[in-house]
């Protein structure tokens, strides 16, 4: 197997583990990052990588903790998640960064500016302080997969998981690649050594305090490499750079610079055209060079933030605009670095307005932003608001035709029927879940726990979610109405797999993620074990049998809904 000439990003941070020898891969279904898997996923069937273990997961957790057994067992892991699957992951990746590693695990974290496939506009850079573990991003679909190689060697020299953070628009771009094109891509599982020690996977009271002095070390040590120029270029502007003045019209020499991050450099580069090598390098694909007399500072580093190539920047410049989407993440931290240092430097970005906040930052925003902050460089102008559609990924409607709006056609009508005006609660995913019908939505697993809420505050309530969402997060919350002795009515849509997100199979779906059979659990024997004192199945054309006694009565009633999707 070779590399194509072309790739994806998503399918180039593939490459990159599987070039790294990855020996397990775990994830959960959900746009960006599920590309990644299923690039992996797709080589494996072809014969590739004999010997890794690749699964989708009954939720981002699941995944996690699968991925750390496998390095602890010697096996370079990786895990595929989006924003809100990291939220999941939080809990074990806070006592995870506490045990050095032997065998690299490297996350990817797909964020989505502009929520085109989310419940919300989330920016999960703002965890790296939390879980104080090493983040990058790559610019170029190239660079991501060098990123990758040098984040599975970064996590063993430093025993701890590296974030390779990525955005959607990333994800689906593609590029050339440039000299790694043709190169052969010979995926062999690495065996690595299995360290056991004692205590030193177990962080408890007597000995977390310990282990984060230690993480605290591991971390500055990885400092340098988050710093490294093969993830961070930049040029400063040239000499004598001139602007108007505010008053007099006298001419002032004003140093400005643009700092750049993730793919919104290649972003930048295509308003402002690439001034650097084009060839790029480890962690950059260039395009960081003087351009209008505009110093550049293309940062492929998140955290620890890269200080020292900061610092320099910084002192040679008066001005400098931060271009990142889609909170002001990093802006905040220069400019906190630029006092700490007592720079006479000044911070624009999108706490001055400079550059739109929220959502993804499209590339006619960009030459907005950069036109006002620096007049002599000429931006293209090919990228304007009119023509915003065409910066934005691609997007397939999963939903049109969807048989689950039927459903909740049938129930509303029922609940209507007999005056009864109820909450519908949703969760993500499959069931026409951005309808106004739905009365709210949160996250996977939710839409039991809300509506038993509900129920206590004295309002009528039903909870409606897919088959998927049943087994990622609903099954506490089951056995919780049922102990807390709920008349809670739940229907669960039926539709064996995870359509929106690629029609990935669950632990219901009866087949594996390489397409083979797999074992297969029965929804309504999990809803009686949760205390169900009924538990149905039915098809569409048989709900109005099925819903009188799914919707009324005492105690957790569980209805699985059978309508196969088309997409599935």
């Known amino acids: 197997m070779h590399i194509p000439r072309t790739f994806t990003g998503g399918q180039a941070l593939a490459y990159g583990a599987a070039r790294a020898g990855v020996g397990c891969v775990a994830g959960y279904p959900g746009s960006p990052s599920s ?12 014969g590739a990588g004999a010997g890794c273990h690749l699964e989708w997961s009954a939720n981002e957790r699941v995944a996690l903790e699968v991925a750390i057994g496998a390095s602890l067992g010697g096996r370079r892991s990786l895990v595929c998640t989006k924003s809100v699957g990291m939220n999941v992951m939080v809990d074990p990746l806070m006592a995870l960064n506490l045990t050095p590693l032997t065998a690299g695990l490297v996350i990817v974290l797909g964020d989505d500016p502009g929520a085109y496939g989310s419940q919300n506009d989330q920016d999960t850079r703002a965890l790296a302080d ?32 590296v974030v390779v953070r990525v955005t959607r628009s990333f994800d689906t771009c593609r590029a050339d690649a440039g000299d790694l094109a043709e190169a052969p891509l ?3 599982v690495r065996k690595g050594a299995v360290v056991r020690e004692p205590l030193r996977y ?7 305090v310990a282990k984060h002095h230690d993480l605290h070390r591991r971390l500055r040590q990885a400092a340098a490499w988050v710093a490294d120029a093969a993830f961070n270029r930049a040029t400063p502007a040239a000499p004598g750079a001139a602007r108007a003045g505010a008053a007099g019209g006298e001419q002032t020499h004003v140093r400005r610079g643009i700092v750049s991050a993730g793919f919104c450099t290649s972003k930048l580069n295509d308003v402002i055209g690439n001034a650097a090598d084009a060839a790029g390098s480890a962690g950059s694909a260039g395009g960081v060079g003087d351009v209008g007399g505009v110093g550049r500072l293309a940062l492929g580093g998140i955290y620890p933030l890269p200080a020292a190539p900061l610092r320099a920047f910084l002192a040679a410049h008066d001005e400098v605009l931060v271009v990142e989407e889609n909170e002001p993440w990093l802006e905040e931290r220069i400019a906190a670095l630029a006092h700490a240092e007592r720079l006479n430097v000044r911070i624009r970005g999108k706490l001055s307005g400079d550059v739109a906040r ?5 590339r006619w925003q960009i030459a907005a932003a950069v036109a006002g902050f620096a007049p002599r460089i000429e931006v293209s102008a090919r990228f304007t608001e009119a023509g915003e559609a065409e910066e934005r990924p691609p997007r397939r409607n999963h939903c049109a035709g969807c048989p689950f709006g039927a459903l909740i056609d049938a129930v509303q009508a029922w609940l209507a029927n007999r005056g009864r005006d109820a909450w519908l609660v949703a969760d993500p995913g499959c069931l026409a ?3 106004p019908r739905l009365g709210a939505k949160y996250a996977l697993g939710s839409a039991a726990a809300v509506a038993h809420g509900l129920l206590h505050a004295g309002q009528d309530a039903v909870a409606l979610f897919g088959d998927s969402a049943f087994f990622h997060a609903a099954l506490p919350a089951l056995c919780n109405a049922y102990a807390q002795g709920a008349d809670l009515a739940v229907i669960v849509a039926d539709n064996a797999g995870a359509v929106t997100t690629g029609r990935q199979p669950h632990p219901g779906s009866g087949r594996s993620a390489l397409g083979t059979p797999a074992p297969r659990l029965d929804m309504l024997a999990l809803a009686r074990a949760c205390g169900a004192s009924h538990a149905a199945r039915a098809g569409l054309a048989d709900l109005a ?15 699985v809904v059978d309508a196969p999707c088309r997409e599935v």
């Open 35 to 46: 590309a990644t898997m299923a690039a992996l996923i797709e080589w494996r069937r072809a």
């Open 202 to 208: 177990v962080p408890y009271p007597g000995n977390a």
């Open 358 to 362: 929220c959502g993804e930052l499209y």
């Open 130 to 161: 939390l879980l104080e573990l090493p983040m990058v991003e790559p610019d170029t679909p190239r660079a991501g997969l060098r990123m990758v190689e040098a984040a599975f060697a970064a996590s063993e020299r430093y025993a701890m998981p």
């Open 545 to 559: 049998a099925a819903l009188p006694a799914a919707l009324d009565g005492p105690g957790l009633r569980v209805l």
């Open 186 to 188: 010979d995926w062999q």
């Open 433 to 435: 879940a951005e309808s």
